[in-house]
């Protein structure tokens, strides 16, 4: 199989116009990438842990000095609203910060009483870890990642989505700047033709240890496959249609306040964000309308722009299958109540769209809906509500909206996910585990789970 090596077009989703274009890595570049995080991870595995975290105070730093340039390039290369770029930026300094302060207990020595003699449990490094991830989050989709697994003593090596090719970059040069030695943390530039036969190939490659990634399902199968067939260590983290489960008794303001905010998050395009609202049918009337009318406030327009509360969709690929998706659903019986087509104006924009009466089977429910697209379906009872949002093949997140904690929990109990909130949106927060199950993905990020993820988990046995 022939690899044609090009460049990489970043476009302006507000305008639909080149932004830049990155020499794409060669093959040689790219053995050149491997071979300096490998030898890279020899000498950064034998640093004290206390060293390694100093690294990840440094990044913090330098993402805080640079949080302006970043947010902004951010929002250029992937359209979400300046202050939601800006948030990114901190989440990421706060949490290497929070890496370097908790990190290290979560990597230390255990002593287990199980004689005769000693018995020590250690977490000890992989080696170099290759990362597939994505535009969404740029930078903290990448941080959650490396912070602990650097932290850890690992080297990684990132392929990132190449609509980010230049926030890729731009992280690379903050850990220079942080003090990183070189091939601690790498970017690699590839274009979307030569992703399968590049990553396969790293991942057979027997320096690497590990893979990573965060991504579709089909992507993640991808790199599932190649990682048994190497049998090696992934870790994915992948999509979700994560249900909003409203009772009758819910405080609607609260639930309808976050529905909107969870929804339109990042433009839609997360994979944490609720996308099947599943309402008790004696409310599901009005809490179609406050919805309608919430959604129809909204301030869509340049995401550079302050105020914005809704940006352009990423890729004209999304856009083209949000619309599908809505169109679809609407012929399999659903009623449109606002927004479902394109707006007329440059860039990759899509309205604040409402389905209403979605039930199983229809593509809004049974398919991933990467946009602001809110499909809403009632329910008859509790029973019926937790048959709907296990009626799926992901299983990322969920919420339960009540104003009984105890009948909330007992619901949220029954819902198969890898989290679950009730009254509050779920969110990745570095002190908690983060991951999914069903095909959603396997293992964990953050917290001092996803701090061990890739490591050697050692037993040592001491005779007396």
């Not at 409203?246 to 339109?264: F, M, P, Q, S, T």
Request: proline share 6%; aromatic share 6%; with cysteine.
């Amino acid at each position: 199989m022939s690899v044609e090596w090009s460049t990489v077009t970043v476009v302006d989703p507000a305008t639909g116009e080149e932004l830049a274009a990155y020499p794409e890595h060669g093959p040689a570049e790219i053995e050149a990438a491997l071979a300096a995080a490998d030898a890279a991870f020899r000498a950064w595995r034998s640093r004290p842990v206390a060293e390694r975290a100093q690294l990840l105070d440094a990044v913090a730093r330098v993402l805080r000095e640079r949080a302006d340039n970043l947010a902004r390039r951010i929002t250029a290369e992937m359209g979400k609203p300046l202050a939601e770029a800006r948030f990114e930026v901190e989440k990421c300094a706060s949490a290497c910060a929070y890496f370097a302060e908790a990190g290290p207990a979560a990597l230390a020595d255990e002593t287990i009483d199980a004689g005769p003699g000693r018995s020590i449990v250690t977490y000890e490094p992989l080696g170099v870890i290759f990362a597939v991830m994505p535009w969404n989050f740029p930078l903290w989709q990448v941080i959650r990642f490396a912070g602990p697994a650097i932290l850890a003593g690992n080297t990684a090596l990132l392929k990132h989505a190449p609509n980010v090719s230049g926030t890729a970059l731009a992280l690379e040069d903050v850990f220079r700047a942080a003090g990183a030695p070189a091939g601690v943390l790498t970017s690699l530039i590839v274009a979307p033709p030569n992703v399968p036969r590049v990553s396969a190939d790293l991942i057979a490659d027997p320096r690497v240890a590990a893979v990573t990634l965060t991504g579709s399902d089909r992507a993640g199968a991808f790199v599932a496959a190649e990682a048994g067939r190497a049998l090696k260590k992934s870790v994915l983290e992948l999509g979700g249609s994560d249900p909003f489960v409203v009772l009758a008794d819910a405080d609607l303001d609260v639930a309808v306040h976050n529905a909107v905010k969870g929804r339109l998050m990042c433009a839609g395009q997360t994979c944490i964000a609720p996308k099947r609202f599943l309402v008790d049918a004696t409310i599901v009337r009005e809490f179609e309308c406050r919805m309608v009318d919430a959604l129809e406030m909204v301030r869509v327009g340049d995401p550079r722009e302050e105020g914005t509360q809704l940006g352009p969709l990423a890729r004209l690929d999304i856009l083209e299958t949000l619309e599908r998706q809505v169109a679809e659903t609407v012929e399999q019986g659903a009623v449109l109540r606002t927004g479902g087509r394109r707006l007329d104006r440059p860039g990759y924009y899509f309205p604040p769209t409402v389905l209403t009466g979605v039930r199983p089977g229809m593509t809004a429910f049974t398919d991933e809906t990467f946009g602001p697209v809110v499909a809403i379906t009632p329910f008859a009872d509790e029973d019926e509500a937790v048959a709907l949002a296990n009626d799926t093949r992901y299983g990322l997140g969920a919420t339960v909206w009540s104003t009984d904690t105890e009948r909330a929990h007992a619901v949220a109990r029954r819902i198969e996910s890898g989290a679950v909130s009730v009254n509050t949106l779920v969110a990745s927060d570095p002190r908690l585990p983060f991951g999914g199950i069903k095909r959603s993905g396997y293992g964990r990020e953050l917290a001092a789970v996803g701090a061990r993820e890739f490591t050697n988990i050692r037993t040592y046995k001491l005779a007396d």
